[in-house]
């Protein structure tokens, strides 16, 4: 189950999109992430979706890998549209079964919901996979610099957010091997209530628990043999380079964004 989760992983190319400044596809995210939500507009989602597709195929990341590694994610997607379907009383009745009323209300709100969400993962995913770890610690410290102002230790949080994205990966497969291993020794995962199933859940946190924070050690010591010390006085060896392409982008996030206000306004 956890061998195509692509989250955290980085698809080398040389694409469109792979050549971007990281700080301009972040910005490009952030904006999206919030213009999104603003406006229940058919054409501003249209637009989002058109926005979302083009990007997809500019960073000419293969579909069927891509389909692999995101359709463990639509459970969530799947699940947030049902919730809202059983919870949300507004509207015509469209279906009655006596036991349970379906709404025009709850459908047409938990696809609303449900598409922004969609569109937030593609779009972040392919941050992940356009662009290097290194790129997106360098991009997330340029970003938040005017907040060490007031001593935030903005390249220490950009590290962590790295290194979080980085794991992520590295901590599927542990599990896989840790529920392998459970699995061998006759534990089910698949069978009995509820509660059995999350009692079975127990031997496989604890060892991927310990794991983690081994690994977490043994990264702080490497870290620390190699003379790291926190961002103050540090150089790069990589410089980013912001080009008229990340501007546009820019311009065409904040372009959309302005629409959806308009239209929210209007």
């Known amino acids: ?23 301009s596809k972040l910005t490009a995210v952030v904006l999206f992430m919030v213009f999104i939500f603003i406006s229940r507009d058919p054409f501003v989602l249209g637009m989002a979706v058109l926005m979302t597709v083009t990007a997809f195929l500019l960073a000419k990341i293969p579909f069927k890998f891509f389909w692999k590694g995101i359709r ?70 340029r970003l938040m610099k005017p907040l060490q102002r007031i001593r935030v230790p903005t390249h220490e949080l950009a590290l962590m957010m790295s290194i979080a994205l980085r794991f992520i990966p590295t901590l599927l497969e542990e599990t896989q091997k840790i529920v392998k291993a459970q699995t061998a020794r006759g534990a089910s995962f698949s069978q009995g209530s509820m509660w059995k199933r999350l009692n079975a859940l127990i031997p496989v946190l604890i060892p991927l628990f310990v794991q983690s924070f081994k690994r977490a050690e043994d990264l702080a010591i490497a870290m620390e043999a190699r003379g790291y010390a926190g961002g103050e006085g540090r150089t790069k060896f990589r410089q980013l380079s912001w080009q008229k392409r990340d501007t546009f982008l820019i311009a065409l996030f904040l372009a959309f964004g302005a629409f959806s206000i308009t239209t929210r306004i209007l």
């Open 1 to 23: 189950m956890f061998d195509n989760v692509i989250i955290g992983q980085y698809m080398p190319g040389r694409s469109l999109i792979h050549s971007l400044d990281p700080r």
């Open 72 to 141: 463990v994610i639509l459970l969530i997607v799947v699940l947030t549209f049902t919730l809202h379907i059983f919870m949300t009383r507004e509207g015509e009745v469209w279906l009655d079964f006596g036991w349970m009323t379906v709404y025009s209300g709850g459908v047409i709100e938990g696809g609303l919901i449900a598409l922004r969400l969609l569109l937030l993962i593609v779009l972040a995913t392919m941050l992940t996979l356009t662009t290097t770890p290194v790129d997106l610690t360098d991009g997330m410290e």
